[in-house]
Protein backbone atom coordinates (compact mmCIF):
# COMPACT_ATOMS: atom_id res chain seq x y z
CA UNK A 1 0.00 0.00 0.00
CA UNK A 2 2.80 2.82 0.67
CA UNK A 3 4.84 1.69 -2.13
CA UNK A 4 1.84 2.11 -4.57
CA UNK A 5 1.37 5.61 -2.62
CA UNK A 6 5.27 6.33 -3.07
CA UNK A 7 4.85 5.71 -6.69
CA UNK A 8 2.01 8.02 -7.09
CA UNK A 9 3.78 10.67 -4.94
CA UNK A 10 6.93 10.72 -7.04
CA UNK A 11 5.77 9.98 -10.22
CA UNK A 12 3.55 13.32 -9.82
CA UNK A 13 6.28 15.94 -10.86
CA UNK A 14 7.44 13.24 -14.19
CA UNK A 15 3.92 13.17 -15.05
CA UNK A 16 3.72 17.86 -14.79
CA UNK A 17 7.21 17.72 -17.09
CA UNK A 18 5.59 14.92 -19.71
CA UNK A 19 2.06 16.84 -20.29
CA UNK A 20 4.11 19.89 -21.72
CA UNK A 21 5.22 18.48 -24.73
CA UNK A 22 1.99 16.95 -25.48
CA UNK A 23 0.07 20.27 -25.30
CA UNK A 24 -0.43 20.96 -29.12
CA UNK A 25 -0.43 24.98 -29.19
CA UNK A 26 2.67 26.02 -29.69
CA UNK A 27 2.40 29.08 -27.56
CA UNK A 28 0.58 27.40 -24.90
CA UNK A 29 3.59 24.77 -24.86
CA UNK A 30 6.32 27.22 -24.72
CA UNK A 31 4.81 28.71 -21.42
CA UNK A 32 4.34 25.19 -20.05
CA UNK A 33 7.70 24.98 -20.43
CA UNK A 34 8.35 27.96 -19.19
CA UNK A 35 6.68 27.72 -16.16
CA UNK A 36 8.45 24.67 -15.68
CA UNK A 37 11.70 26.46 -16.02
CA UNK A 38 10.65 28.50 -13.31
CA UNK A 39 9.99 25.80 -10.86
CA UNK A 40 13.54 24.06 -11.64
CA UNK A 41 15.12 27.60 -11.30
CA UNK A 42 13.74 28.12 -7.87
CA UNK A 43 13.99 24.45 -6.71
CA UNK A 44 18.23 24.92 -7.31
CA UNK A 45 20.47 26.21 -5.09
CA UNK A 46 20.28 30.22 -4.79
CA UNK A 47 23.34 31.67 -6.33
CA UNK A 48 26.26 32.83 -4.19
CA UNK A 49 25.56 36.83 -3.17
CA UNK A 50 27.79 39.47 -5.32
CA UNK A 51 30.56 40.81 -3.87
CA UNK A 52 30.73 43.82 -2.07
CA UNK A 53 32.61 46.31 -0.72
CA UNK A 54 32.67 45.62 2.73
CA UNK A 55 33.92 41.54 1.95
CA UNK A 56 36.18 42.87 -0.40
CA UNK A 57 37.67 45.20 2.03
CA UNK A 58 37.34 42.32 4.68
CA UNK A 59 39.13 40.07 2.42
CA UNK A 60 42.24 42.59 2.54
CA UNK A 61 42.45 43.25 6.03
CA UNK A 62 42.92 39.44 6.26
CA UNK A 63 45.41 39.22 4.07
CA UNK A 64 47.10 42.00 5.56
CA UNK A 65 46.74 40.40 8.82
CA UNK A 66 48.70 36.71 7.37
CA UNK A 67 51.40 39.29 5.73
CA UNK A 68 51.97 40.57 8.72
CA UNK A 69 51.81 37.22 10.77
CA UNK A 70 53.96 35.40 8.38
CA UNK A 71 56.86 38.80 8.64
CA UNK A 72 56.88 38.02 12.64
CA UNK A 73 57.82 34.37 11.80
CA UNK A 74 60.60 35.07 9.45
CA UNK A 75 62.31 37.93 11.85
CA UNK A 76 61.64 35.13 14.36
CA UNK A 77 63.10 32.72 11.89
CA UNK A 78 66.50 34.76 11.20
CA UNK A 79 67.49 35.15 14.73
CA UNK A 80 68.30 30.76 14.85
CA UNK A 81 71.23 30.03 14.62
CA UNK A 82 71.68 27.41 12.18
CA UNK A 83 74.63 25.31 11.96
CA UNK A 84 75.45 26.21 15.67
Excluded: N, W
Aim: charged share 30%; with cysteine; net charge neutral.
Amino acid sequence: MSVSLGLILAAGPAAAIETCRFIEAKPEREACYHRQEQELAAKRKPEPPPITQSSESKTFDQLQQMRRDDEEVYRSMRGICRGC
